[in-house]
Nanobody
Framework: QVQLVESGGGLVQAGGSLRLSCAAS????????MGWFRQAPGKERDFVAA????????AYADSVKGRFTISRDNAKNTVYLQMNSLSPDDTAVYYC????????????????WGQGTQVTVRS
């Protein structure tokens, strides 16, 4: 079992920045991939970024490339999502997820999910 807890969300003005954290506890296999997803009001869940616990493989959604950065701290079992140049389009509940070793944007392939953290960007 893996438990994931997101934090760092909040209210920010357009153009601002936030850093989200995902703290993992329980068994975190080195072969797992860690992903960030988001769900905006009235919309379905979308892929944001993914990273593996080991190696250098990283993936981003086109909508966040150049603005968001995913990173990890293996010693702390924590994955981060640095979000810069935020716009109202980024308003969503952001979820952390743990899935297979092969990086994927398919949410259904991720087994473990956090409860989410709200990010609201004011125009």
């Amino acid at each position: 079992q893996v438990q994931l807890v997101e934090s760092g969300g909040g209210l920010v003005q357009a153009g601002g920045s936030l850093r989200l954290s995902c703290a993992a506890s329980g068994r975190t296999f080195s072969s797992y991939g860690m992903g960030w997803f988001r769900q905006a009001p009235g919309k379905e869940r979308d892929f944001v970024a993914a990273i593996r616990w080991s190696g250098s493989s990283i993936a981003y959604a086109d909508s966040v490339k150049g603005r968001f950065t995913i990173s990890r701290d293996n010693a702390k079992n924590t994955v981060y999502l640095q979000m810069n140049s935020l716009s109202p389009d980024d308003t969503a509940v952001y979820y952390c997820a743990a899935g297979p070793a092969t990086l994927t944007a398919r949410g259904e392939l991720y087994r473990y999910w956090g409860q989410g953290t709200q990010v609201t960007v004011r125009s």
